[in-house]
């Protein structure tokens, strides 16, 4: 199917107009970092904050980019907000993302997940101009049986819990628009969706996700709770997944064929770790460690224990493949948070020397998008 794209991030991105929703969450500010650092002029849409602390804030991302506070379930301001910025690129990741949260909150998950995705396709249709768009979903949108392969990006849509159906429905709601409003050969925006998920890194401070656990409570000399110690997931540093949306939308701008397709980002089989390996290793990176398992005594609603995802047909079109092990994984989201509690004013130069550093790995095995 034609050729990946030969072209270097650092010369796509530069002087750009690229649109970020969800830019002041955890992936979203680690991708406004990445493209701020490329060169491009950038234009965020979000909410405030999730969490706080926050990357963006730490990081002082606002800083030299259009910061746009709009709820993305608001389907004219997003609308206007995505005309009038006229993207050369469109990065959707604005989701609620949290698996535990959409139990007690299943409208607004599907809301969000579903509506606002859509309200983001009802502003592609408005836009006359060329633009390259990867709509971001989750791991989570497969059916997960919890087999021991990897999901492919053919196989059926829709988990058990509102998040992961929500994100399956969001996944069925792009390739319906696809077809019935961006024709394959003619549509002047071309859109593909990007699923990953397990991502960790400096910055992170969501609720009920392990590594933000640990290091809130070993900051203090705290125990850390460990819900689901066994529950192994193909743990990535957020910069991995990130690196393939930036692939995919080049490739985009270069390959007819690539507009309407699905892709997976994860990393090899082999990086599929417990929770409780993950924490052993973390703690070899931090002073004062602490954990406790209290999956006997946790009440709680269903959480799967096994997910991964079959990544060759990224391998295949774009050349895409993960950089990082899980050592250097580990040690580098460490890395980021004892900046943050011992020099918290170096935390936008440690974001910037944490992406020449994944960008220089990348360049050293080869590939394309970072030649």
Sequence with gaps: MGAPAEESSVTVFKGKRVLVTGHTGFKGSWLTAWLKFLGAEVTGVALDPPTDPSHFIAAHLADGMTDLRIDI????????????????FLFHL???????????????????????TLNVLEALRALDKPCAAVIIT???????????????????????????????????AIRSYIKSYFPKTTSLVRIASARAGNVIGGGDWAADRIVPDCVKAWSVNQEVELRNPKA????????????GYLNLAMALT???????????????????????ELVQRMAVHWDQVRWRDVSQAAAGPYESGLLKLNCDKALHHLRWHAVMGFEDTVRMTAEWYRVYYQQPGQIAATTNAHIAAYSAMAKQRGLVWAQ
């Design 73 to 88: 379930r608001d389907r004219s301001a997003l609308q206007s907000a995505i005309v009038s910025a006229r993207p050369d």
């Design 94 to 116: 604005a989701a609620q993302s949290l698996v535990r949260r959409s139990y007690a909150e299943p409208i607004e998950t599907w809301q969000t997940n579903v509506l606002g």
């Design 138 to 172: 989750s791991d989570k949108c497969y059916d997960n049986v919890e087999w021991v392969w990897g999901y492919r990006e053919t196989d059926a849509m829709g988990g058990p819990d509102p998040y992961s159906a929500s994100k399956g429905a969001a996944e069925l």
């Design 232 to 243: 192994t997931r193909p743990w990535q540093h957020v910069l991995e997944p990130l690196s």
């Design 254 to 276: 270069q390959r007819q064929d690539l507009h309407g397709e699905p892709f997976n980002f994860g990393p090899p089989a082999e990086q599929n770790h417990s929770v409780l």
